[in-house]
């Protein structure tokens, strides 16, 4: 069941509360939107601030170029994430966001959806798409808090930019050939929340996921023995990358510290000189044009810092978190190569067993128990013959596996170069031209008062013609 | 440059490299130019050229290292000969620079003596070393000396002075010469009566707005001084932090394949970048040395209203004396007391004087008042001339400043247009090696 929508949501629409929360209001489980902010729903506007953003997924159309460009031509699924509202319960505050989805494909009933999701859901899904294809390479959320503070928690600049990390993540997951087949997208962008909610609670039970997870770090523990050669490529490639783009994160981080702080001497230092104008005769007029200009370029510079905050910061902090993601996605093929390993060792095992002579200590006992030697040995030879059937069985099962594991990361990671080198090109091009027209306009304002000086007439000339 | 002399610019030859030709050319302006004062420069070139470190004993025999710079000198007659002689030179230290100063301060208390540039960093941005042997500002300096005798040279009236053409010419025997004028014992009562505290009560209008200007003017340029100081300390650090991208997209393009040649030129940019703010902070810190230099004459303006002051304070100190000794002979005359005196009291109480000495008293008081008449006279005439010399001079470098401070603001326009169109063209060229990634 969904609602549909009447017409195209235009960009200036906000504010549409769903009719029913109370799905939302019952979430305790997880704290990680439990976020103290202003009990303030004008923060619908913060969307309104984005002019660049598209606010609907029809006006999406026109602007999906700027997304991927692999796809934009195929393009059947639009996604929007945005009108972040604030709840209040008496328990708890969170924030939802609205996700509208847009599409023709055939696996949904309608062609277009209007959705609200908190943070818990959107990692929820993430972890589903995770389990089920745990080889794909799943771009990341949002961090749940900013622990480095440069960005505050609790106010319009974070949900902002959580939004918009939050958007990507979906769109990406959309883009995705496999994983925006998977049924548990169809639900997280369909399902009104108390569907959701039922939805989540099925699946494996607790005992059974347990049982994994303690199998995977048996595995884990164990290691794998004869990873292919091309993967340990991917994970020293992962390694590196990973400093590297750690690094970056870091010196932008510090590049905007330091631009912040030269802001603020900067526009200290203007009012000097009108400061010293107002003392001056001949001088006055232009000390006050030399502050003007400061000032100016102080207007300038504080666009230039936004800027950077805006579109280099988050870009390097999402390949920050997709380095990791890799790392985790190598870390499981391993771990179900080890898996494959172990099972044929066990395997090699038995056979031994089952070919070896009968030890002393069995016969004795079987002949304590009054068997027949012969029988006895005869049992266990059938014994260990069933078990190691079951062991094949289970072992080409497993070869399936790891088969299709590496040939979904292999394409998968083709896939991840390309769209991290177009990110990460874009948002440096970004930073570049921006660059370029800071100091273009700062050029601007200095050039037009060297003009302005230099029409006057000059103090010799002048003398000469003054009494 | 920013030294003159009087309305008209005249090519002023310090430390430059001119050609034979550009020479003539300026010794021609020059020679075309009408002044109403000589100027010094009109006959020899003089250059502050090196710096170079000594070692000697000091006034308590502790071994210590000093800088000494060397002035030539080149009449500029000789030029026009076609040939270029080599300069007369000594070498002079930043301390006999101070005596010369003081000697012009005392001898002429009328003229706003140039000042010196700092005798050590004062106003520095954290990457310039306030280190006095630091040769950035050893140089800094040379150029603030070159400039201060200069100044001096084209001062209509010091240019004139011997002991400043001594300073110029003959390195031995010139201190002794400075000390011999007695400017020593000039000096010690100016500086007393720099400190003294007294009360004027008719100064001359113009003296009293030109010192509130000068602390005006001292107290905003300090603070614009040290605003900027801070603004170069932050842009310092911007622009050095972006060779951290340098380094690491260096690093980066060695495990990448496509993106690899891209991060590598862009890379080379962002060093050159974070390389380039060197030197245009050190630019910027000419344009602060030319601000400083007026901070400085604020000092000296407000000398030249303190000896008006002293001079005005003398004058109606003298009439107040003779106004009273006027007085105690128009009582004496008419015997009558009008007002308190300790004779009055006396007489009171001892009985009145006897005809002679009343005679006695009224000769002594009319020699006085005379006397007091003539130093009146004296003094008036004494503060007349020098508010009329001073006001010149005052004029004079108010003309000097506007032209000197609005030349330094433009250069710092242009200064900001420079760095301006330096960061256009790194981030063009980086963004077209983020292009080809």
């Known amino acids: ?467 | 440059m920013m030294a003159d002399s009087g309305p008209e610019e005249i090519a002023v030859i310090g430390n430059t490299d001119l050609t034979s030709a550009e020479l003539e050319n300026n010794i021609k302006n020059t020679m075309v130019e009408i002044e109403k004062w000589t100027s010094l420069l009109r006959k020899m070139e003089i250059s502050v050229g090196e710096a170079e470190k000594r070692t000697g004993k000091n006034t308590v025999n502790m071994q210590e290292i000093y800088t000494v710079y060397l002035i030539e000198t080149r009449p500029v007659d000789a030029v026009t000969e076609g040939i270029i002689p080599a300069p007369d030179s000594l070498w002079r230290r930043y301390s006999e620079f101070e005596l010369l100063r003081n000697y012009l301060l005392v001898t002429y208390p009328f003229v706003v003596v140039a000042p010196l540039p700092e005798k050590r960093a004062e106003i520095v941005w954290h990457k310039l070393s306030a280190d006095n042997m630091d040769p950035d500002f050893v140089e800094r300096r040379r150029v603030g000396l070159e400039n201060f005798l200069l100044r001096l040279a084209c001062h209509p009236v010091l240019c004139n002075d011997k002991i400043f053409y001594i300073f110029l010419t003959e390195e031995k025997g010139w201190k002794e010469m400075v000390y011999e004028t007695g400017f020593q014992a000039k000096a010690d009562s100016r500086l007393k009566a720099m400190n003294a505290a007294f009360r004027v009560k008719n100064p001359d209008k113009r003296f009293t707005e030109l010192k509130h200007y000068s602390d005006e003017l001292q107290t905003v340029v300090s603070q614009l001084l040290r605003v900027r100081a801070r603004v170069a300390d932050r842009l310092y650090g911007v622009y050095k932090v972006h060779g951290n991208y340098g380094r690491v997209f260096s690093e980066w393009s060695a495990i990448e394949k496509e993106m690899g040649d891209g991060l590598q030129s862009a890379g080379h940019h962002m060093d050159a970048y974070a390389a380039s703010v060197d030197d245009i902070l050190e630019e910027e810190e000419h344009y602060a040395d030319q601000l400083k230099e007026y901070l400085f004459y604020t000092e000296a303006l407000r000398a030249v209203c303190r000896k008006h002051e002293l001079t005005q304070f003398e004058l109606e100190m003298a009439a107040q004396d003779l106004a009273s000794k006027k007085q105690q002979k128009e009582e004496l005359v008419t015997g009558t007391v009008r007002t308190f005196s300790l004779k009055g009291m006396t007489s009171k109480l001892f009985g009145q004087e006897t005809a002679e000495q009343r005679e006695a008293k009224l000769q002594v008081l009319e020699q006085q008042i005379e006397e007091g008449e003539e130093a009146v006279k004296e003094k008036n005439t004494e503060s007349d001339e020098f508010v009329k010399t001073a006001w010149i001079d005052i004029e004079h470098f108010k003309d000097q400043k506007d032209r000197d401070l609005k030349e330094a603001l433009i250069s710092y326009a242009i200064m900001q247009i420079s760095r301006c169109k330096k960061g256009i063209q790194v981030w063009t060229n980086a963004k077209e090696c983020f292009n080809k990634m």
């Open chain 1, 1 to 467: 069941m969904s609602r549909t929508i009447d017409a195209v949501v235009s960009p200036t629409q906000t504010n549409t509360i769903p009719a029913d929360i109370s799905g939302q209001m019952l979430d305790l489980d997880e704290d990680d939107d439990l976020e103290v902010f202003s009990k303030d729903s004008t923060l619908a506007d913060g969307n309104m601030f984005n002019a660049s953003m598209p606010t609907s997924p029809g006006s999406m159309v026109n602007q999906c170029k700027f997304e991927e460009d692999e796809e934009s031509d195929s393009k059947d699924i639009f996604i929007t994430v945005d009108n972040p509202e604030s709840h209040v319960t008496a328990i708890e505050t969170f924030i939802t966001y609205r996700v509208l989805t847009k599409t023709t494909r055939s696996e949904f009933d309608n062609s277009e959806y209007e959705v609200r999701r908190r943070y818990q859901d959107f990692l929820w899904l993430k972890g589903k798409l995770e389990d089920t294809h745990s080889t794909l390479i799943v771009h990341p959320l949002p961090e749940k808090f900013v622990v480095k503070g440069m960005v505050e928690r609790f106010n319009g600049d974070f949900i902002e930019t959580r939004r918009k990390a939050l958007h990507k993540f979906l769109n990406r997951v959309a883009d995705h050939p496999i994983l925006s087949c998977s049924e548990d997208f169809k639900v997280f962008l369909s399902a009104q929340a108390w569907e959701l909610t039922t939805y989540k609670k099925q699946g494996p039970g607790f005992l059974s996921r347990m049982g994994e997870t303690v199998r995977a770090v048996a595995n884990s523990v164990r290691g794998v023995k004869n990873r292919p050669e091309e993967f340990t490529a991917i994970q020293e490639y992962v390694e590196d990358f990973s400093n590297k783009i750690g690094s970056l994160d870091k010196v932008t981080q510090r590049i905007v510290k330091e631009q912040k702080e030269y802001l603020e001497e900067l526009k200290e230092y203007g009012p000097t000189y009108t400061l010293w104008s107002g003392s001056e005769e001949e001088l006055a007029e232009q000390l006050k044009g030399v502050a003007g200009c400061i000032e100016r370029c102080c207007k300038e510079t504080e666009e230039q810092v936004g800027h950077l905050s805006d579109t280099l910061v988050p870009v390097l902090h999402e390949y920050v978190l997709c380095a990791e993601t890799l790392k985790a996605v190598l870390r499981r093929r391993d771990n179900i190569q080890a898996e494959f390993e172990a099972k044929n060792e066990a395997l090699a095992t038995k056979k031994v067993d089952r070919d070896a002579e009968s030890s002393d200590l069995g016969f004795v006992w079987g002949s304590l128990l009054g068997k027949n030697p012969e029988e006895a040995r005869h049992q266990r030879q059938e014994r260990l013959d069933g078990e190691i059937e079951e062991l094949k069985e289970e072992i080409d099962k497993l070869e399936d596996r790891v088969e299709w594991a590496n040939n979904a990361l292999k394409g998968d990671w083709g896939r991840w170069q390309r769209s991290m080198r177009g990110d990460l090109k874009s948002a440096f091009l970004s930073t570049a031209e921006k660059n370029v027209d800071y100091y273009e306009k700062c050029l601007a304002v200095w050039e037009t008062f060297l003009l302005s000086q230099r029409t006057e007439p000059s103090e010799e000339t002048d003398r000469d013609n003054t009494p």
